[in-house]
């Protein structure tokens, strides 16, 4: 029996890293992996089209995948595919998630238990929608939940239409079918066209029709610049990686100055009709033309733009959220039956777990070349902290072999996750930094260092969480695994405490150097110190004797209040220097953890009666002969 359960464990791990790697194939005659490789620069950094079609994806949808209304799953490549060069398909596919439809007030929107939307569905009522924008209060803390559908169902409908038009210009399929006749027309009328224009401004006689032709197009493709959201075209050689690219109407408008029309102009429309036209062999070979064009220009992305593809379809964090998941199934599994068999197994999964969330941070630096610096933003902060509590659960995991190490790390990992995956649904993940942030130095060190503290706070919570669930409900929660929970929230606590004092220190004088002031009461700086004070209240109490058990664990719950609000609770607020992330959207989820986290401090302060454990009924009996023993000397 105790085989068939390594051999079942085995067989969920295998499963769970195959998903990662399934993504990786392709069935369809067109080159998708090399497409989905081509780079352009968005947010100011150099990225592939996957990058680009899957946070496009979760900003309109919320998910990386898309479902037609006949049942067939499209991958985030095929589907910027159909919306870049078959438009009239891709507005068929419902993409534009709308919680509640209903609230709208648009007659005829709403389809029962439907919460996803096609363009089609949309365009009836884009004159309507435009009219409720324009009438959103402009300051988001002051929109209610229905202003805020409004901005961001017109958002996305801004969106989709700048990354349809991003490869080719503005029209419907008789001119997708033709863009190397307008090109070569284009740049065969551009001398003619400009001298009837010179023409017409000295007061001369002019062709009225050549020069209309040829207006016709400079207004075109001045749309076209003002609309492109992707920048598909590199500067000429030589060339410097963080120059600004230009997008396809920029590229078309420079033509008039006497610049040769860009090879990936040309291409892009090439790849745009033979897909059209369903000819996967001149498709394949004007990608491959491309990459190798790229190759050649940057021959020093083009591995970072190919691993990060790579790094889109394996998706090692939501592979690691499972694979946490798993870890606490087995911890539980074993407090019941076969502790010292299961115990083991769950350690090398956390192992795996934390392995392949460890390769997820280095991709992410190596991606975004700051080698060091694991935290950039509120997503990479989500991610660490998860990352180094499990980092912590597995070393205590090593030493005590009970179990709660690998739950816990697998908890705080799983969780902190989660917030991550919703973190992503604003986009782009690896963005540009605001300028007063970007020193690696002090990423690799003050938000490195105050981060970590934020993992220690939230382990110690959590331990401490499970030793008021254990001494409660559990019978035999005895004084030996007292003992060592208690030891366990100490020594993490202690971390805490140091990484936290040591990382305020380092953004103080990190202010200095930003701001001019090594401290200024900010409501960042204010969480951060409270985090300190609150690890050297738990501290003093624990050596001074002035709390014990329960009195301790409901001290490090309260450092999980503390720490939560100052990582993300000050960011509710709006105001201050550090306001780098979210506003309003996170305020009932915070509020449901806090909410959480006082009930679990409730429970530990019960009378010693109520625990159920060998551990409480033990206390309960001393306190009561305690009691006795008072009441016969008065």
């Keep these: 029996m105790k ?82 060069m078959r438009p009239e398909l891709a507005d068929t596919y419902p993409i534009f998630k709308i919680e509640f439809p209903d609230d709208l007030g648009l ?6 238990g439907e919460r996803y939307y096609s363009f089609n569905d949309l365009l009836p009522y884009s004159e309507e929608l435009r ?12 929109r209610s939940p229905y202003d805020n559908q409004i901005v961001d169902i017109n958002n996305g409908l801004m969106r989709y239409h700048r990354i349809m038009h991003s490869l080719h210009p503005i029209g419907g399929a008789d001119r997708l079918d033709k863009l190397d006749e307008e090109y070569q ?19 001369q006689d002019y062709d009225a029709e050549r020069l209309n032709s040829f207006i016709a197009f400079a207004d075109d493709y001045l749309k076209l610049s003002q609309t492109a959201l992707l920048r598909v075209v590199p500067p000429p050689a030589p060339i410097d990686p963080l120059e600004d690219w230009k997008n396809i109407g920029l590229e078309l408008l420079d033509v008039m ?31 491959s033309e491309l990459r190798q064009r790229f190759i050649a220009d940057f021959p020093d992305s083009i591995g970072r733009v190919h ?50 969330h460890t390769f997820g941070l280095l991709s992410r630096m190596y991606i975004q070349e700051r080698y060091g610096v694991f935290v950039t933003n509120l997503y990479s902060s989500a991610v660490f902290v998860g990352w180094g509590a499990a980092l912590l659960g597995t070393l205590i995991e090593k030493f005590y072999k009970n179990g709660i190490g690998a739950a816990m790390a697998s908890l705080v990992g799983f969780c902190t996750l989660i917030v991550a995956h919703h973190l992503s649904m604003s986009g782009d993940t690896m963005e540009m930094m605001r300028a007063v942030l970007d020193s690696n130095f002090w990423l690799a060190t003050h938000v490195t260092v105050i981060t970590f503290g934020y993992s220690a706070m939230f382990l110690a919570g959590a331990l401490a969480i499970i030793f008021v669930i254990f001494g409660v409900f559990s019978r035999t929660f005895s004084k030996e695994t007292a003992r060592s ?44 110190l409270m985090i300190v004070v609150m690890g050297a209240i738990y501290l003093h109490a624990r050596w001074g004797g002035i709390c014990r058990e329960r009195g301790l664990m409901s001290l490090a719950i309260c450092g999980n209040i503390i720490t ?71």
């Design 3 to 84: 085989k068939l359960i390594y051999i079942i464990i085995f067989g969920i791990v295998a499963s769970v890293i195959f998903s990662g790697l399934r993504s990786f194939k392709s069935e369809s005659e067109f080159d998708l992996e090399s497409f989905a490789e081509l780079p352009v620069q968005v947010g100011g950094r150099i990225k592939p089209l996957d990058s680009v079609a899957r946070n496009t994806l979760l900003l309109l949808s919320g998910r990386q995948k898309v479902v037609t209304a006949e049942g067939q799953q499209l991958s985030p490549i095929e589907w910027f595919m159909d919306l870049t």
């Design 185 to 203: 027309s284009y740049t065969l009328m551009i001398q003619p066209g400009m001298a009837e224009l010179r023409k017409q401004q000295a007061g």
């Design 307 to 356: 691993f990060e593809r790579i790094f889109n379809g394996f998706q090692p964090f939501y592979i690691a959220m499972q694979l946490y998941v798993l870890v606490f199934l087995i911890v539980c599994l074993s407090w019941l039956r076969w502790p010292h068999e299961l115990s083991r197994a769950a350690f090398w999964v956390i192992l795996l777990a934390f392995g392949i």
């Design 257 to 287: 100055k006497g610049d040769p029309l860009s090879p990936y102009v040309t291409s892009y429309a090439s790849l745009t009709m033979s897909f059209r036209s369903g000819d996967a062999e001149a498709f394949n070979q004007e990608v």
């Design 485 to 528: 929970l208690s030891a366990m929230v100490y020594g993490i606590t202690c971390f805490a405490t140091l990484f936290s004092l040591v990382g305020t220190i380092l953004g103080g004088i990190w202010a200095d150097q930003s701001w001019g002031r090594f401290w200024g009461w900010d409501p960042k700086e204010n969480g951060a």
């Design 107 to 112: 007659a005829g929107l709403a389809k029962e």
């Design 564 to 634: 939560a609000w100052s990582w993300f609770g000050t960011n509710l607020l709006g105001v201050g220097l550090h306001s780098y992330g979210f506003t309003d959207s996170g305020f009932y989820w915070l509020l449901a953890f806090w909410s959480s986290q006082c009930i679990f401090i409730a429970t530990a302060l019960l009378p010693w009666r109520y625990w159920r454990s060998e551990f409480g009924q033990a206390n309960y009996r001393r306190e009561r002969k305690r009691i006795l023993l008072a009441a016969e000397e008065a």
């Design 131 to 142: 009219k409720l924008h324009s009438e959103v209060n402009p300051e988001p803390k002051k």
